[in-house]
């Protein structure tokens, strides 16, 4: 579970930055270049090459009004930056604009033309870089790639590339822009401004060269290869086509005049010899919102292996999933992750004294239930590998199971990643005689200085486990095969994300740097978790928290998300597979308790929810419970109703489907709970797999709405409107409107057949 409270760690890479971070040489500035420049120009984008230094002078989208999408003085940022490591692990970053000759030529063959930019002897050193990008005519994207022939002896620890940088919204550019990233299921920031967020979790990054030293993508976070800079004027594309999801850092990073659209990867590889990127970064102009970004990498991303068998047709998919069943999750002791003394709950220890409280909801919801147990580890909240025997006693939890799965339930309990815990305050636990016990030496990340890499929370530390080492890869699996061994349905094992931490140890057996063997071993590690589970039980629902990165779709049956306001995730994925939706959605009255329930709901969901003390709903997740207590009553009424609207009427929309660009709704109210305005009707528009387009509306507030529906499509259409358990049908000549009068808490589903 992912805590508000950043990692301590951060800040120590902040003020090690200050004394490590090695000058960045921007050699030959201002000077008026005496080649011409090359440029390409096809119906989407003019590209500027500056042919002096092989930069980027500009990118303009010729989408409507001619407009560069890249900050001012852009051919004076280097085309990439490497940073080499030497045996003893220390640092060298040379650039681009550091090469002794740099020669810029053109081709063109019927496909369109390629640009090809050659770097020898950068930064001094026996190093060359071949860059090719490739511009077909009949798309607005570019294909950039690049070869390094490093005959040092060094290892690349990192390369950035290419380097673009985008303007900060101001007076003068009349600009009003987003970025999007993908940050756990999709996340958009305006203004672009330098107060821009930034960071995973709230708050900005910073360009120190430690921040590179460190992959985010797949699974810390980062779910997808796709980034977008937009405003009124047109779009900046960025992603990458790396179909095998090798460890990248994919992340918006605020500069002195503009926020970089942060690319690294990490070939792994030393001198001498030569490196290949081995996917292309596509760089590329867009007209509209985010969704139009989207649209174009779900083309290309639904074409991958990853993609390979949509939801309807997985058959490692349990057909309980679609049911959706609501997550009540529960903890065992403590309120939260972080309160001390994580005191025993009565209510649910031993977990069998769970059961009647799940009875009550089950039977009030009439629905099976999900619930997910927290909080049971021997250790404390969160504590791995030394977890076992559980909280309350391991036939207390069994027999829990037993009885939960009698009933049709499913019930759920987490592990804590490559976690391996060290201390809890909550708890007082000590882990270092287990670590030590146990040769928790042998299995943990390294720094390039030798340390342990470490994950300091304010209530908990723990190091992290290398993925490419068989003592880390044996804690995680044991750690798994417990779990299984408890008798859950589902599993969620890849807490904090499922993807391989960084590690830099000269004695495990990988290459000292971040690399391909990342992604090696860590696909290895998920089909072993998954295998182990699946020998203990050969149905149990693989989950991971975040979106799953997308390259691994296809390990996990569930997931539990982490959704804020872009539903990038669900436009992306949502036919291949479906998680859950709940925690950490700021609900702090019942009007945005029901909101996090509507947003749920329309964006793909289904839905989770926490109990308190008498095993009543509370308001969040990792809250204490001296808050309000929330209209049981209420709640209750409109989860069952959603339920059985997702579950019937709307499945093959919200559980099958494939989400569109939204259809307009105008009309509705809107207000502000913490996130911004949001509207009182939520609503979504999803195609079903036979063809049927179908808008969810809801209104969750207590006064009526009226929103007015914009139909598109053309000629005369059969309607089924569906308000609850009632149903009208309607001809309407499309593209048409329809008004909508919404009484309090209703729930409409629009069919157009
Ligand atoms: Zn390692």
Request: aromatic share 12%; hydrophobic share 35%; net charge negative.
């Amino acid at each position: 579970m992912r805590r508000k409270n950043h990692p301590a760690i951060l800040t120590v890479w902040l003020i090690l930055g200050v004394f490590l971070a090695a000058p960045l040489g921007f050699a030959g500035f201002g000077a008026t270049p005496a080649k011409e420049a090359v440029i390409v120009i096809n119906s989407g984008y003019r590209l500027v090459i500056d042919s002096e230094k092989g930069t980027i002078a500009s990118l303009r989208s010729t989408f409507g009004p001619d407009h560069d999408l890249l900050i001012q003085g852009h051919a004076r940022l280097p085309l990439f930056k490497i940073e080499f490591m030497n045996d003893h692990a220390e640092f060298k970053t040379v650039t681009s604009s550091q090469a002794k000759e740099v020669t810029v030529k053109r081709s063109r063959d019927a496909e369109g033309e390629t640009i090809t930019i050659e770097f020898e002897e950068i930064g001094g050193l026996p190093v060359d870089a071949h860059v090719t990008v490739r511009c077909p005519s009949r798309q607005p994207l570019t294909y950039w790639t690049m070869e390094l022939n490093n005959r040092t002896s060094m290892w690349i620890g990192h390369i950035q590339f290419p380097v673009v940088e985008v303007p900060f919204d101001n007076s003068e550019n009349h600009n009003h822009s987003h970025i999007l990233s993908s940050f756990g299921d999709g996340t958009e920031t305006a203004p672009v401004d330098p107060t821009l967020e930034t960071a995973a979790w709230g708050g900005r990054l910073s360009d120190t060269p430690e921040l590179w030293r460190f992959n985010n993508y797949p699974g810390q976070w980062v779910s997808t290869q796709l980034m977008a800079y937009y405003n009124d004027a047109g779009g900046l594309y960025v992603a990458c086509d790396d179909p095998k999801g090798l460890p990248k850092f994919l992340a918006p990073v605020p500069e002195s005049e503009g926020v970089l659209m942060g690319l690294g990867h990490y070939p792994g590889t030393r001198g001498p010899g030569e490196s290949k990127l081995g996917y292309n970064v596509v760089l590329g102009t867009f007209q509209g919102d985010w969704y139009a970004a989207a649209e174009i990498y779900r083309d290309w991303a639904s074409k991958q292996p990853f993609c390979a068998t949509k939801m309807g047709q997985r058959t490692d998919i349990p057909k309980w999933i679609a049911d959706s069943p609501p997550a009540i999750s529960f903890p065992m002791r403590g309120q939260g992750d972080w309160d001390p003394p994580a005191a025993e709950n009565p209510e649910y220890t031993p977990l069998t004294n769970a059961l009647p409280y799940l009875d009550k909801w089950a039977s009030a919801l009439e629905s099976p239930l999900l619930p997910i147990i927290f909080n049971w580890e021997h250790g404390g909240p969160w504590v791995q590998p030394d977890a076992y025997p559980p909280v309350g006693g391991e036939a207390a939890f069994r027999e829990f199971m037993v009885k939960a799965k009698a009933r049709g339930w499913h019930p759920m309990i987490y592990g804590d990643g490559l976690c391996w815990v060290t201390s809890q305050k909550n708890t007082h636990y000590d882990g270092m005689p287990y670590f030590r016990e146990h040769d928790g030496e042998n299995a943990v990340c390294r720094k390039w200085d030798g340390t342990f890499l470490e994950d300091v929370w304010p209530w908990r530390t723990n190091y992290v486990t290398c993925v490419g080492t068989e003592k880390g890869r044996q804690m995680l699996l044991n750690m798994t095969r417990g779990m299984a061994e408890l008798g859950p349905d589902v599993v969620q094992q890849f807490d904090q994300g499922p993807g391989p931490r960084a590690c830099y140890a000269t004695n495990h057996g990988h290459p000292p740097v971040p690399g391909p063997w990342m992604a090696e071993a860590f696909d290895g590690l998920i089909k072993a978790d998954v295998a182990t589970a699946r020998a203990v039980n050969p149905t149990v629902a693989m989950s991971c928290e975040g979106a799953p990165p997308e390259t691994h779709l296809q390990n996990f049956q569930i997931w539990d998300s982490r959704f804020h306001l872009t539903p990038l995730y669900s436009y992306l994925y949502h036919e291949y597979a479906n998680g859950f939706l709940g925690f950490y959605t700021n609900r702090v009255n019942d009007e945005a308790l029901r909101l996090s329930v509507a947003r749920a709901l329309v964006n793909g969901y289904f839905i989770n929810f926490t109990l308190r003390d008498k095993g009543r709903v509370e308001y969040d997740w990792d809250q204490t419970w001296d808050r309000a207590v929330p209209d049981q009553a209420a709640f209750i009424d409109w989860t069952k109703r959603i339920t059985h609207f997702r579950a019937g009427v709307a499945r093959d929309y919200l559980v099958y489907g494939r989400m569109l660009r939204p259809w307009k709704v105008s009309g509705v109210t809107e207000r502000d709970f913490g996130w911004g305005k949001e509207p009182l009707v939520q609503s979504a528009t999803w195609k079903a797999q036979d063809g049927r387009v179908g808008v969810v509306l809801l209104n969750y507030a207590d006064l009526p709405e009226t929103p007015r529906v914009e139909l598109e499509g053309a000629g005369s259409k059969a309607l089924v409107i569906h308000n609850g358990d009632q149903k009208k049908e309607k001809e309407l000549e499309l593209p048409g409107v329809l008004d909508i009068v919404m009484e309090p808490r209703s729930i409409y589903l629009i069919e157009v057949r």
